[in-house]
């Protein structure tokens, strides 16, 4: 399949975004949502999973955090790799197929061990989704353009959470959790089919500056280990992926307990986990995401520093409404506690997102990204869920009715530590405009 540009001239300047763009970003938005669903299933349904299964917390962490991170992020470094020498649209068509079949699988697990395996399964198909998505989503929007695009893009995370306890709690309580999985990863091998039917390549820098198109044509193209150490030796691009790692302690270690504790503490049923926690999710995470996007272009345009001081501030604004969250006695008001840090909490990834984009060169931005997607999410998805299921099974001997509680407040010092981290990023940033991508 041919290169192909997505729209606009490639001079970089203008900022006009065609049809084609705009499907493309929609195709691929639907299936990170199908991404996200998939992989947020089992959190979802983690009670009656845990009913049938007899699992620790422990275990349902460490499902949702070290098996399924290990391979999720270390399959993507060379994924990213490949994606950069070869046909992106083809890499996240592949990827979508295999964690699609994988869930399907894990709706058939009939023991801890099968379904460690199957989730592994789900991290090496979705290893393939995202960095090459970002990288196309780059080439198919101008700068000045790639926040908003990425914003909405980013919407594939609370779509597919929101979608997955809405649909997936509703086919559990109507047949079972094994159902769900079924059902929902078989939509997403359809959805697999779609992409390569539909999008087209666009081509590599086309809608970047006049030195950006020159080093997309540069004969001396960035190998593997020069992108890597490039990105790890790039103050800015580390400290952003390291902050990005302590806030998804938060994001994941709550997020995949979330419905657990509202059921198994505060009284929440599943019929209605299906409706009201899938509209908190829906309309605080989604409208937090999307107008993070906006918010970042528009400082952006200032200062690069905006990169790091909104998720600052977003995540300090957070913080109280997630202890109030924590200490809620009942599901209604653990609720409306719980949609401030729903919105706020996910301000940082547009804008890591973005950051990364505009800062390294087009023919390394898929690799680039798979980096700050590793760094991150080993930190955040390793460590988030694995410790707060850790953490309630050590309550639990002494507080078996609120060990979840517990484990919720020991992840608050992250919070001050991804707010500390973020600042350190700020202090390091010039003040001077940030206009176009740096090559």
Known sequence: MKDQAASGPATGRSTRVGARAWVTLGILCFVYVL???????LSILAKPIQDELHLSDSQLGR?????FALFYCLIAIPVGWLADKTNRVRVVSVACGLWSLATITCGLSANYPQLVVSRMAVGVGEAGGVPPSYAIIADCFP???RGA???LYNLGPPMGQAL?????????????????FVVLGGIGVIAALAVSVFLREPRRGGLDSGAANVAALDPLKPGFMATVVMFLTNRSLLLISLACGATQIITYGAGNFTTLILMREKGMTLSEVAIYLALVTAIFMGGGIFVSGRVIDHFARA??????IIPALSLLAAAPLFLGFTYARSWPIALLFLAGPTALNY?????AVTFVQEEVRPDQRVLSGALLLLVMNLIGMGVGPTFVGAMSDVFRASHPHNSLQLAFLSLTPFYV???ALFAVLAGTMKPAAAVGAKT
């Open 347 to 351: 301000f940082y990834l547009s804008s």
């Open 143 to 145: 700068s000045g353009r």
């Open 164 to 180: 997955g306890i809405a649909f997936g709690a509703s086919i559990a309580v109507a047949f079972s959790w094994r159902h769900a």
């Open 417 to 419: 530590l991804a707010i």
């Open 63 to 67: 499902l949702g955090g070290i098996y």
């Open 303 to 308: 200062s690069k520093r905006a990169y790091a």
């Open 149 to 151: 695009a990425l914003g």
């Open 35 to 41: 991404n996200f669903l998939d992989r947020q299933l």
